[in-house]
């Protein structure tokens, strides 16, 4: 057991170097464009070419207007290629006028209503013994845990799918957004 905890801290502890502090995080480029930590979630995500679906989603869902206040939110942020990993039609349909309320469910478990760093939600998941619960503000229950072998941090949605953060930390006016490879999903 002893093993098992220290290689956790080992891997925590290299998470929290690779990841760096928000403060070395400023001015991150994301999908081509520089991600300014004085403009908000909305305002940085629509000039990065790879969160064009997101942001369309987000604008679909009616959500621009909450994720451009104050916070302070978390975003997971999938690009564009987790959304073209779901299954043919799935985009389509939840943009679909009749299915907002699932679109805003899906869009919802991405946010954390807090503003949570890599630094920070390692420490979480060292404290948790090898995993942390995160509540989004759609009500999921995400899973954060660190990979043992590459020291990136992973979020498990409730049906068990797993998202790598390629860009953590990338500081925003009102919170942190982490770019990930998988679209999350609510328990179904």
Do not use: W
């Amino acid at each position: 057991m002893t093993y098992s905890f220290t290689k956790i801290s080992a891997s925590i502890l290299a998470a929290t170097f690779v990841f760096g502090a928000p403060a070395m995080a400023q001015n991150t480029m994301v999908g081509g464009a520089e991600m300014l930590p004085d403009r908000n979630i909305v305002e940085n995500a629509v000039n990065s070419a790879d969160h064009t679906t997101l942001v369309a989603a987000v604008q679909a869902a009616g959500l621009a207007e909450t994720l451009s206040g104050p916070g302070p939110f978390t975003v997971f942020a999938p690009v564009n290629s987790a959304f073209e990993k779901l299954p043919a039609g799935t985009v389509e349909d939840l943009l679909k006028p009749e299915n907002l309320e699932t679109l805003q469910k899906v869009l919802t478990c991405h946010v954390v209503p807090t503003e949570a760093f890599s630094p920070a939600v390692g420490r979480m998941v060292m404290e948790g013994g090898g995993s942390a619960a995160l509540e989004t503000v759609g009500g999921c229950t995400l899973t954060a845990s660190i990979d043992a072998t590459t020291n990136a941090l992973q979020i498990t949605d409730e049906n068990g799918n797993v998202a790598t953060v390629n860009i953590p930390d990338v500081d925003q006016s009102n919170g942190v957004i982490h770019v990930i490879d998988t679209v999350l999903l609510p328990a179904s």
